[in-house]
């Protein structure tokens, strides 16, 4: 099946412009320790993007899977998502969206030397990719001095209509209500989950993504549909159904943009959660999962409820 559907769950699973548990209050161990989840907790945590949690002592927390969009259907937040924002002591993201972020993003999606995309991919398949860019209504301007990853990622999305995607308007919303505002991962993190990936795979995921680029809208509006209709197990079902070609490349992603990422973030929302009453906002595709963030709570002595 073609690579795009994969990548466009990045979409989901990083919050930054790329696209991208330490013991529970109870005393619980660390998710890295803990044993595996019981089967039926995919079935448990197969629906909701708004979750409550809980511990003995702190007041609930809440745990919000966001996309990484401007689509109207999803920046209009329900009403149970909207109460839980509005009512909470503190907000936490992935990462913040600042403008140095935004330059250093920008820099290292350039290569620094004389490589060239056209070098690595040799003239055909650079044409392929030049085309491929422009039908998507992209610029193709400075793209032989793009890295292969940062091109995967200008396949992975039609041009936005607006730049205030649902993470960054939650971000200014807690900003203009005064919230605490907290970060689970540096922006140097986050690209590190694609420019720290080896060149030779970064011109594999493009090669495919290119050969795949004209399902690109259709699979894109499949990606909403499940948003909207809260379907973790669908969307799941989306990345494990759409592995391309080199399932080592495709393991090896996977293993980057979500299994060790999830861990850190578990670890890392443990003293928001100490705190109470915090509302934590993350890619939805962190969420779903035997490694994903609703099962390694779980097993770190969290109780976690679908709020909506």
Do not use: C
Request: glycine share 6%; hydrophobic share 45%.
């Amino acid at each position: 099946m073609p690579a795009i559907p994969t990548l466009t769950l990045i979409r989901i699973g990083l919050a930054a412009a790329l696209w991208f548990s330490a013991a529970a209050a109870a005393g619980a161990g660390g998710a890295r320790a803990a044993p595996p989840a019981p089967p039926a907790a995919a079935e448990k945590y197969a629906r909701g993007l708004l979750w409550r949690i809980e511990a003995d002592g702190p007041q609930p927390s809440y745990l919000f899977g966001t996309i990484h969009s401007a689509d109207p259907r999803v920046t209009a937040l329900p009403a149970a998502v909207r109460a839980a924002f509005e009512h909470a002591s503190s907000f936490t993201m992935e990462t913040f969206f600042s403008g140095a972020g935004l330059v250093r993003m920008a820099e290292a999606m350039y290569f620094p030397d004389d490589r060239t995309l056209d070098q690595l991919l040799g003239p055909e398949d650079y044409a392929l990719v030049e085309q491929a860019v422009a039908a998507q209504g992209h610029p193709t301007r400075g793209l032989n001095k793009k890295k292969p990853w940062a091109v995967v990622m200008t396949l992975d999305a039609p041009p936005p209509e607006s730049l205030l995607f649902l993470d960054l308007m939650l971000q200014r919303d807690a900003v203009l209500a005064g919230k605490p505002n907290h970060k689970l991962e540096t922006m140097e993190e986050q690209l590190a989950v694609f420019d720290g990936m080896p060149l030779a795979d970064q011109v594999t995921l493009l090669r495919e993504s290119v050969r795949a680029h004209h399902q690109m809208r259709e699979q894109h509006e499949e990606l909403i549909r499940l948003y909207l209709k809260r379907d973790l197990a669908g969307l799941l079902a989306l990345v494990n159904n759409s592995k391309p070609a080199d399932d080592r490349v495709f393991q090896s992603l996977l293993d980057r943009l979500l299994t060790q990422r999830n861990i850190k973030m578990a670890e890392r929302m443990a003293p928001r959660l100490k705190e109470g009453n915090a509302f934590i906002a993350v890619g939805a595709g962190h969420l779903p999962g035997e490694m994903g963030l609703l099962q390694l709570l779980e097993r770190a002595g969290y109780r976690l409820t679908a709020v909506y």
